[in-house]
Each structure stands twice: as structure tokens, then as C-alpha cells.
């Protein structure tokens, strides 16, 4: 397998909760491109003055926000405490932090619609338990930069002060991560499998497919 | 051997366990809405790849709408170019698209149960969270990703791994004033939300048997702020009655066929369950959400939370932050809440039981001084001609709120429906974050019954006083 190694400034985000109203406000979802999310990441908790689509270039940072602090401003790995990404399914959530750079978040633990999103668009999401959050909030709080090296293919994490965690990766995650798949390609090849369990269906279940008024 | 409601319908749909015990699902319904799909259909295009089956998707424009002026079309360009992308998609693939003009238009949540369109036995996906709405007629709904939104349309699959089964039974009955809304908020109170994470919720007991379909809608609906992707409820005549006639409902010759099915649709009584909580219906009163998370809810004659009182650090720092942003003070009594707006809709709380609930508070009384706008959006064209065929209309209008046509609205606030900075609102939809209805807006969740005692008095009240 091919090797994968994620490494970077982690930005510490100390709150659970973290919804994806949050992570990309609704103005920004009447976009049509999957791309440009990024300058929005965060965006209520980054301006002071709320943006749009066609306006959001002359308002002012809020310096007390995270991203907006040297040298959070460059980092690609957030950690943040439980229940990540709750709320709705927007996806656009997940390009917002791969547009900007995000490449894994750590957590307690992560939405599900959230999860699967994160997957599909290449982002590692690492579920550890709570005394390893709490351990790595506090050696963030001692020194600003904080450059951790995620090894995918290991499983395992090494950073300043000896840190050094390992967490759990299914196989298929993995190798999503590692070489990001087309899953509809990969799919269509079950072409013939659907197609069977289809005509079975419309045997068994003949409502189903005769929907017209 | 015994299965759950949640295992029968996922084992009916499972084509293939894959090596990662995800399994390939087939899905029998999708809907599409504005939102979450151009990014999808460029994607099919990019790729040239065809649509599976084009009868099986619905779709309708509703986040990005506006609710009044109809006729003169939607007048901000970037939404205007999101809907008509939408409109252009589903002509070029050639799927049923309830335009803004149609009386079949509505929240995505409120019209596929309306027109028959979700069916028990199911498998329904939206790239929508609140799809779980849809698991109150025995149906596997959850809410998808745009990239699984993608898969959907060109394979009818999804690799998806099973979730866990949870029961939440809830014995008794509801008390008067005390609606399906007030049951969820404190249900999700009670377990959190992520009490569910990972789960799909069965709800049951004799509540919930009592419940009529609307009422079951509601609790499924917020399944997902308590964590689970799907709620579903057991099969049964109310069911049955709901489903039977509706324009997409399965037609005479094969309807009885589908009921034979439709009647396995329940959870065996010795199935086990992963996860279970059992409730006392009766033991509920009127509830009110005072934070940024639908967890931060208490009853209407409590107090606002002390976080000195709280041990646990992350709950009390995030008290503190949701005391912060919602501008309010530790032990402040409920009713001593001030409002500013107030907004009766959403797919929690914009169906025709809804509306009658909300009216029967307001009627021959008027909105107080203090609420600067009120706004009833009814969930879809149906529900909005059936309240002006009840004069449902005119009680609201009377008292002061304005009647709006067909939409998300102030749900999410992505039309012109929004709350302005500090605003405060009582709102019968089903999201309390930070900036939801509009930036710094703040916003209390509760059931249509208190929505509308609230815009009477201007704050919220029991009913009682
Ligand atoms: S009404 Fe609100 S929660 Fe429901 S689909 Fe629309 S935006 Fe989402």
C-alpha cells in the first residue's frame, strides 16, 4: 500500500457541539460550485461582519478567533472536543475545511452524516478518547506551534514532548484516504447484482415502481 | 429469529455486504431539493454518467425560496440561479419537479408523506438531515451527503454501514398544551445530542400508538438533533388511513398486495434492542429551549441553568458560552423572556395540525406590541389551501401574524426571512445554533401551541396563566 503521511500546525478548537451552521454559514450554501468554500470556513466566528457570496472581501478579521491567529492561520489539522459537525448534512461543510487546508480532525467523537462526508472528500477523521484530548489541549496550551505527523498507513501519531497516540482506522477508510476512491465507479461494477435484486423487487413489491399518478 | 423494524426493512434492501461491513443498500425513493444537488448533477455530468432511475426521484425547490410576492419570481440572483439550476437539471434528466407555482410545492419533509410519495418499507434518502421526518410511516429515511446524493442518482445505491437499534418507549399520554415537539425537545434533553448518535430510533408505547401520523412526523423529524440519522415508527391503521389515497399512494390493484407487506412493518416482541429509554408522557409539560443546542432545553415554568452548579467542565463552559450569546442569566425565570419575532414553520411544525394548534391559542386575540413580526409559512400549497378552506388564515392574520406561501423560511433564514443581530424569536423549527435564523439572532425552539402564547403575550407563558 502506498504510503500517507498527514503532517501540520494543529489548530485546538475547545468546544463540543461544533455544528455545521458553524463551520459554514447558510449564505454560502446558495453556491452551486463545490469549490471556494474556503475563505468561509468558520466564517461568523472569523469576520466581525457577516458576508455573502458576492460580498465578504472588505470586513474585519476577529482576532480573537483561532484561524485568524498566527500560526493557527497555516494549520491543516484542527482538534476539537465532541460531537463534531452535528446538524445538517451540508457537505458543503467538508469542502469549506479541504478547500482551506484541513486534511484530519480529532475528536471524542463525530456527527454521522458528518463522518461520511468527511470520508468521501479525503479528510481523516480520528476518533480518541477523552484523556488524549484533553492530554493534547493541554500541550497546545503551553506552546502555539504544534506540528503533529499523522502516519495513515501505521495508524499513529507523533508530536512534540514524545507525544505519540495510536487510533483505530478501518481498512476501507483507510485505503479511501490513501488513494481516494470513485465509489460510483466502483459501484456501477455491482451493475448486474442491482439489476437482479431490482427485478426480484418489482416481482415482490410491484408498487414500488409503478409511482405515476 | 427476532428482528427490529430497523433490521427487517434494512435486510429487505441489503444487495451485498462489503468487505468493510458497510453493506450496499438500495434505495426505493429520493428527494431532491436546490441545496445540496447541483454539485451532484455536475458531477454525473462531468463523469457522463446516466441517472438509474429517473421515477424514483422527486424534487421541489424550498430552502432558497422566498414566502411572499410570488409572481415576480425570485430577486436575488444567486438564489434565482440555484433554483433555476435545479429547474434546468431535473428537464434535462427528466424527473418531476413541483415548481414554486404549484400547489404541490412545499418543504421538501412536508410533501412526500403528503402526496404518497414516502410509503412504509422504504428506503428514502434526501440530502437533507431531516429526512428522518419521513421514518413516522414505517420508512428508512436519513438525511445523505451531496457526494452520496451523487451515488444515488447513478447507482439507486448507497454503501452505508448498519446503525445500531434503539427503542424509546414512552408510556402514558401527553397532557393538554403538551404536543409532539415538547415530547422530542425533552426527550432530547433528557439523552442529549448525541444520545442517539449511531443509532436508528424506534419510537413506541402507548404515546406514540395515540399519536397521529403528524404528531409521529414531528418526533421523527428530530431524531436527528438527538443524534440519530433515522426515527421510525411501527406500522399500524393510523398508517394506513394516512397513506391510502394520496396521489402517489399505491393504486387499487396492487394495494392490497402492499398491505399484506405493509402489515410485517413492526418490530418482532421479543426483537432485542441495543439501546433503550423508557418515558412517562404524562410527566411532561410545555418545553422551551434556552441555548445554542437543542439539549439546552427546560419547561416552561423552570429556570434558566446555573453553571456554577455544574461540575463537568465542557458542560459548563459551554453554558456559560450559550448563556453569553443568548443573553440571558443564570436562574432567570422562562417566562421572564422577552421576544422579539415569532415564527410558526419549518418541517418540525408547518402541517395542518400544527397550524390548527397554533390557531386555537390565537383565536379572537392579538399578537402583543413587543413582537415586531410573527410569520405562519405553512409547509407546502396543500397545507396552505386546506387552513384557508378551515379560515385558519384569517385567525392568524387577525391577530397580527403574516400568512406566507410555501418554504424553509426563517428555518434557516437563506431567504429574505431572517433574523436581524440580538434578535430573539420563539420558533416552532428545530435548530437552535449560534447565527441559524440569521447572524447573532437568538432563538428559542418550541411547539406551535407556545409560539403562538408567545407572540399573545409577548414573552413565553404556561398556559395555564
Ligand atoms: S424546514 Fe428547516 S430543517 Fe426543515 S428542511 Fe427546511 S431548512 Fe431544513
Redo the contacts with the bound molecule.
Keep these: 500500500m502506498k504510503e500517507k503521511v498527514i503532517s501540520g500546525q494543529v489548530i485546538p478548537i475547545n468546544q463540543s457541539n461544533i455544528d455545521t451552521d458553524a463551520i459554514i454559514p447558510k449564505q454560502y450554501l446558495k453556491s452551486i460550485n463545490k469549490t471556494g468554500f474556503g475563505k468561509f470556513l468558520f466564517d461568523s466566528l472569523r469576520y466581525k461582519q457577516t458576508g455573502t457570496l458576492d460580498n465578504y472581501k472588505d470586513r474585519e478579521p476577529n482576532k480573537d478567533f483561532v484561524l485568524n491567529q498566527d500560526p493557527y492561520d497555516k494549520g491543516t489539522i484542527i482538534i476539537a472536543n465532541d460531537n463534531f459537525g452535528c446538524g445538517?448534512s451540508r457537505e458543503h461543510a467538508v469542502w469549506a475545511l479541504k478547500d482551506f487546508g484541513i486534511q484530519s480532525i480529532i475528536s471524542t467523537s463525530f456527527a454521522d452524516i458528518f463522518s461520511r462526508n468527511s470520508v468521501k472528500n479525503g479528510i481523516l477523521l480520528i476518533t480518541v478518547d477523552k484523556n488524549v484530548l484533553d492530554d493534547m489541549f493541554s500541550r497546545m496550551s503551553k506552546s502555539k506551534v504544534f506540528i503533529i505527523s499523522i502516519d495513515v498507513n501505521k495508524q499513529n501519531i507523533v508530536g512534540p514532548d514524545n507525544l505519540n497516540v495510536d487510533f483505530n482506522l478501518n481498512d476501507a477508510d483507510k485505503e479511501r484516504i490513501i488513494y481516494g476512491y470513485d465509489d460510483i465507479a466502483l459501484t456501477l461494477k455491482r451493475r448486474e447484482k442491482i439489476i437482479e435484486y431490482e427485478n426480484k423487487m418489482k416481482k415482490k413489491k410491484p408498487w414500488l415502481f409503478d409511482n405515476e399518478e | 429469529m427476532a428482528d427490529t423494524l430497523y433490521d427487517k426493512i434494512w435486510d429487505e434492501h441489503q444487495i451485498a455486504i462489503n468487505s468493510d461491513d458497510s453493506s450496499l443498500i438500495y434505495i426505493d425513493r429520493h428527494l431532491v431539493?436546490e441545496v445540496t444537488s447541483p454539485q451532484a448533477f455536475e458531477g454525473l455530468k462531468i463523469e457522463k454518467r446516466d441517472l438509474w432511475n429517473k421515477s424514483s426521484i422527486y424534487a421541489v425547490s424550498?430552502?432558497n425560496v422566498p414566502t411572499n410576492d410570488r409572481e415576480s419570481g425570485i430577486e436575488d440572483k444567486i438564489s434565482k440561479l440555484q433554483v433555476d439550476t435545479l429547474i434546468e437539471n431535473c428537464k434535462e434528466n427528466d424527473i418531476t419537479y413541483f415548481d414554486l407555482n404549484d400547489i404541490n410545492q412545499g418543504?421538501?419533509?412536508v410533501i412526500g408523506p403528503e402526496l404518497g410519495i414516502t410509503q412504509p418499507g422504504m428506503t428514502l434518502v434526501c440530502g437533507?438531515?431531516?429526512t428522518s421526518t419521513h421514518g413516522a410511516l414505517a420508512a428508512l429515511a436519513f438525511g445523505i451527503g451531496t457526494s452520496d446524493v451523487e451515488h444515488v442518482l447513478a447507482t439507486q445505491c448507497i454503501n452505508v454501514k448498519k446503525a445500531k437499534n434503539m427503542r424509546i418507549n414512552i408510556k402514558n399520554k401527553l397532557n393538554q398544551f403538551v404536543t409532539p415537539k415538547d415530547l422530542i425537545l425533552y426527550i432530547i434533553k433528557k439523552i442529549g445530542t448525541s444520545g442517539g448518535t449511531g443509532h436508528t430510533i424506534e419510537f413506541s408505547g402507548e404515546c406514540v400508538s395515540n399519536m397521529s401520523i403528524e404528531g409521529r412526523m414531528t418526533i421523527c423529524?428530530m431524531s436527528i438533533e438527538a443524534g440519530a440519522k433515522s426515527g421510525i415508527v411501527a406500522f399500524d391503521d393510523k398508517t394506513l388511513d394516512y397513506i391510502v389515497g394520496r396521489k402517489h399512494s399505491p393504486k387499487k390493484l396492487i394495494l392490497d398486495k402492499a398491505i399484506k407487506y405493509w402489515e410485517t412493518l413492526h418490530s418482532d416482541s421479543d426483537a432485542s434492542f441495543d439501546t433503550s429509554f423508557d418515558f412517562d408522557a404524562s410527566l411532561i409539560t410545555p418545553q422551551v429551549s434556552w441555548g445554542t443546542s437543542p439539549e439546552m432545553t427546560v419547561d416552561i415554568d423552570g429556570k434558566i441553568p446555573d453553571p456554577s452548579a455544574i461540575n463537568d467542565v465542557d458542560k459548563k463552559e459551554s453554558i456559560i458560552r450559550a448563556l453569553e450569546y443568548m443573553d440571558l442569566k443564570p436562574n432567570q425565570k422562562v417566562s421572564s423572556i422577552m421576544l422579539d419575532k415569532v415564527f410558526i414553520?419549518?418541517?418540525?411544525n408547518?402541517r395542518i395540525e400544527d397550524l390548527r394548534q397554533a390557531a386555537s391559542v390565537l383565536k379572537g386575540k392579538k399578537i402583543a406590541k413587543n413582537i415586531k413580526l410573527a410569520l405562519v409559512v405553512p409547509g407546502s400549497g396543500h397545507v396552505k389551501v386546506q387552513a384557508e378552506n378551515e379560515g385558519l388564515d384569517k385567525i392568524f392574520k387577525e391577530s397580527g401574524f403574516e400568512w406566507r406561501e410555501p418554504?424553509?423560511?426563517m428555518?434557516?433564514g437563506?431567504n429574505d426571512d431572517s433574523l436581524s443581530p440580538y434578535e430573539r424569536c420563539a420558533s416552532t423549527?428545530?435548530?437552535n445554533f449560534e447565527g441559524r435564523q440569521g447572524d447573532k439572532g437568538r432563538t428559542h425552539l418550541v411547539s406551535p401551541a407556545m409560539a403562538a402564547m408567545a407572540a399573545v403575550k409577548g414573552h413565553f407563558s404556561s398556559f395555564s396563566d
Design positions: 445538517s | 431539493h424550498d430552502h418543504i421538501v419533509h437533507d438531515s431531516h423529524n414553520g419549518s418541517c418540525t408547518s418554504g424553509c423560511s428555518c434557516l437563506m423549527s428545530n435548530r
